[in-house]
């Protein structure tokens, strides 16, 4: 499943999945069908409107093995929230959904392993932002960094207070900007003084509100989705950043 | 207390702009958090005691009227008396007629969420009875008129310098220099000694309310709790039903879990057990004890989905371990209960209508739930706020219209794909240069903090996907 930020802002992202799923063997199908989960009507309690949504999503991907989003908010809100949504029969195929969806990263951790690169390391200091469904949610915390070792060769210089949220929170960036703001002041403040150049993580929603707090404060970080970095030395430009 | 969570936006807004304070709290959330899981690691397996607390609440509230009785028995076979309180008001009333009945003129105070929530000291006040706060923090927070910030440390706000101030200006003692927290710390103490030796009533709270025994327990850091339970002639206890616990065993389990998630502490330096009023042989305690059982919508909320925000042991962990709490403090969130904890209670305790900014200060982080001794689904009880909040017509009408419009043209794959293909690919061009726009149509919010990333040039996914598949490209 290619994300709605991903399909809507940073198609690359899809892209690079589709990559890095298919290095590692797989036969990779998006449907044309597929728009988005539903988080933002979930998370702001119109749940009713968020439950034909589910349905659709739920039939969309049943005839697949398995489902792989480059998102832990995405797959935490498939595997663990979809099932809270119903019962009966839509319960059981909430949790069929549930069973097979995974994380990319942790899917190319335990499930289909990527072979060693052919490629040069990348020649970046990086840091990494754990997006907090994917934290809490989904257990994904090593996977990126060992995939980033693996692959690019690239040691993470971590974050103070790694585990605290970045303030994106979906709508809540919208509807309560000044304490987001804050929030992601915080983050970019750590992540310059980890030294690192460029700014990872496994969540576009985090990335977009960070790339853009970053941009207004003229920060100089390069800011990507691990996808991108995995799949190979990128070269457009990094999130909210314009071709010079 | 009055409630002032309305304006939850407002005052979160002038918390930020205070830049002292703000540095002073985000010390705080790296430090009580550390502290936290340093005492939950050290404890060794916290998560099982944690699981067994949770059982144990369920079968205290499953079997709520038989615990009830008992530890009612229990307690008044000690001696004590024990009132029910629907509302707050009766709370308030049944300990001003105990003082008046007494004719009491001073009262010394121990730490009580409990009356801080039904607003007791005004009304006592206004009644003309003295009020001494004698926790250390109550009690500053008392001198300088304030509000506690914080469900543990009420005063957390405060900083050295102007406590310092505080007690300059309050306390008539001449020159001096006062200037190490000892030095605040002695000083306190022996204003309040004096004053604890006159009080004619005493009110405490309780951690636990043990059914067994009939007998209550608090645990403090500075003994104030004792002297105003053992000084005075007599001891009110203002505590709610959702203490209550079976056996003395399960107190402790308590007593482990509260203070490692409170203060990161092993052992708080006071854990007392108050049995009743003096016996023929003691040689000392008060002449005559008061429980009071306040109830305040916690009934309603026990048969509500809510019900898991009543195993809430108020250790204030999901405080410290909230950014948006640490973000704005306290005291923005506009009435006694702050942070996630108080995001749920407050909607509940008050009304929504007055408060439903509260459960969307929330990022749906999970820090909260992760930390809490109590395991309570913080961020899935403030999702079903949200959802009443939308039920009620509460939320604003726009975002409400937003919302449902986005999930419905979820639905319509084909029209969605063309207009977000159509209006990416136009962003995409608009946006190519700078890779970002600093205002937004429709996206104030966004706006106001940050640029709005352009999406990437090329058209959205979907639509480059499809061209591939007719190209019968199979690589991305
Ligand atoms: S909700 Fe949990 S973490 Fe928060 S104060 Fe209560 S017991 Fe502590």
């Known amino acids: ?244 | 207390m009055k409630v002032a969570s309305q304006d939850f936006l407002q005052q979160a807004h002038e918390a930020l702009r205070a830049k002292d304070k703000v540095e002073r709290r985000d010390l705080l959330g790296q430090f009580m958090p550390a502290a936290r899981d340093a005492a939950a690691n050290a404890y060794g397996d916290f998560d099982g005691l944690r699981a067994h607390m949770k059982r144990v609440r369920g079968h205290t509230t499953e079997h709520l009227a038989h615990y009830l009785q008992q530890f009612e028995e229990a307690a008044v076979a000690h001696g004590n008396q024990v009132h029910f309180a629907a509302t707050a008001e009766q709370l308030n009333s049944t300990v001003l007629s105990i003082c008046q009945t007494h004719n009491a003129r001073r009262v010394a105070k121990g730490k009580s969420m409990v009356t801080e929530e039904t607003g007791l000291n005004e009304l006592l006040l206004k009644a003309g009875l003295e009020v001494l706060e004698t926790d250390l923090g109550e009690y500053i927070i008392q001198q300088a008129g304030e509000a506690p910030s914080h469900i543990v440390g009420p005063a957390f706000h405060k900083s050295l310098a102007e406590v310092r101030e505080l007690f300059l200006a309050k306390h008539k003692l001449g020159e001096r220099a006062l200037e190490s927290v000892s030095d605040i710390v002695e000083e306190a103490r022996g204003v309040l000694r004096e004053r604890f030796l006159a009080a004619d009533v005493g009110i405490i709270g309780a951690n636990a309310l043990i059914a067994e025994h009939g007998t209550t327990m608090l645990v403090t850091n500075e003994g104030n709790g004792d002297l105003c339970a053992n000084l005075p002639p007599v001891l009110i206890i203002c505590t709610t039903f959702e203490r209550l616990l079976p056996r003395a065993e399960d107190a402790m389990a308590l007593q482990r879990l509260l203070v490692r998630s409170a203060t990161g502490q092993s052992h708080t330096c006071y854990t007392s057990f108050y049995s009743g009023p003096r016996r023929e042989d003691d040689v000392d305690g008060p002449l005559e004890t008061h429980i009071i059982l306040l109830d305040n919508k916690r009934s309603d909320i026990l048969a509500s989905d809510y019900h898991e925000i009543l195993d809430c042991i108020r250790c204030g962990a999901c405080l410290n371990h909230c950014p948006i709490y640490i973000g704005v403090g306290g005291h923005a969130y506009g009435w006694v209960y702050p942070g996630p904890m108080g995001s749920v209670l407050t909607p509940l305790l008050t009304s929504l209508e007055q408060s439903h900014d509260l459960p969307n200060a929330c990022t749906s982080c999970g820090r909260c739930a992760e930390v809490c001794p109590a395991n309570i689904p913080l961020p899935d009880l403030l999702r079903d706020l949200r959802q009443e909040e939308s039920a009620q017509q509460l939320k604003p009408a726009r975002w409400r219209r937003g919302l449902r419009l986005h999930a419905w043209l979820l639905r319509q794959p084909v029209l969605y794909q063309r207009l977000t293909g159509w209006s990416m690919s136009a962003l995409g061009l608009l946006g190519k240069r700078r890779g970002a726009f600093r205002r937004m149509p429709f996206a104030s919010g966004w706006t106001s903090q940050r640029d709005f990333p352009a999406p990437e040039a090329g058209g959205t996914f979907m639509r480059q996907y499809a061209a591939r598949k007719r190209r019968g490209g199979r690589r991305g």
């Open chain 1, 1 to 244: 499943m290619v994300t709605c930020l991903a399909d809507l802002m940073r198609p690359s992202v899809g892209f690079s999945a589709i990559r890095l799923l298919e290095r590692a063997g797989c036969r990779v199908t998006v449907p044309e069908q597929q728009t988005c989960c539903g988080q933002p009507a979930y998370n702001s309690g119109e749940i009713d409107a968020a439950v034909p949504v589910a349905q659709a999503v739920i039939e969309t991907f049943e005839p697949f093995d398995y489902v792989v989003i480059p998102s832990g908010s995405c797959a935490g809100m498939l595997s663990h929230h979809y099932p809270a949504l119903f019962e009966g029969e839509w319960r059981e195929r909430a949790l069929a959904l549930s069973a097979k969806t995974w994380e990319l990263t942790r899917f190319l951790t335990e499930v289909a392993l990527l072979p060693a690169p052919k490629r040069a390391a990348l020649e970046a200091a990086v840091t990494y932002h754990d997006g907090c469904a994917g934290l809490r949610e989904m257990g994904i915390q090593q996977q990126p960094r060992q995939l980033l070792q693996e692959q690019c060769g690239v040691q993470v210089q971590e974050l103070t207070e790694n585990q605290v949220c970045c303030g994106f929170g979906g709508t809540f960036c919208a509807r309560m900007p000044e304490i987001s703001g804050k929030m992601a002041d915080d983050k970019l403040n750590h992540a310059v003084a980890s030294g690192a150049k460029v700014l990872a993580g496994g969540d576009l929603g985090c990335l977009l509100h960070l790339a853009g707090r970053a941009k207004r404060r003229g920060l100089d970080l390069e800011i990507r989705h691990i996808a991108e970095l995995l799949a190979g030395n990128p070269k457009g430009p990094g999130i909210g950043e314009g071709r010079q």
